[in-house]
Nanobody, 120 residues
């Protein structure tokens, strides 16, 4: 399985970005893709996850109102729409996938990360 994250960049506080994660190599139509982020000097944290059945999870309730995860099953692509961005959202954002479709399973496959920088 290969994951390609894209869509990061530099944006002013209050702005929006849409990240994409294109996946290939899934051997089943049942899959899940998660978004993680790692800010400078901090541990990686999970942001959100979506399964091919449409189930969504957000690890931080405060993000749910600003971040929205979605997917296109035909394209095996997941998206993370990020609105009202804050400087503290600055991080490298990674997408990942478990070996199955369970968002709580071990994250086996990782994309290369895309940098999001939010200026104040």
């Amino acid at each position: 399985v290969q994951l390609q994250a894209s869509g990061g960049g530099l944006v002013q506080a209050g702005g929006s970005l849409r990240l994409s994660c294109a996946a290939s190599g899934f051997t089943s139509d049942d899959y899940a893709i998660g978004w993680f982020r790692q800010a400078p000097g901090k541990e990686r944290e999970r942001v959100s996850c979506i399964s091919s059945s449409g189930g969504r999870t957000y690890s931080d309730g405060s993000l749910k109102g600003r971040f929205t995860i979605s997917s296109n099953n035909a394209k095996k692509t997941a998206y993370l729409q990020m609105n009202s961005l804050k400087p503290e959202d600055t991080a490298v954002y990674y997408c990942a996938a478990p070996s199955g479709s369970d968002c709580e399973a071990h994250w086996e496959y990782w994309g290369q990360g895309t940098l999001v920088t939010v200026s104040s």
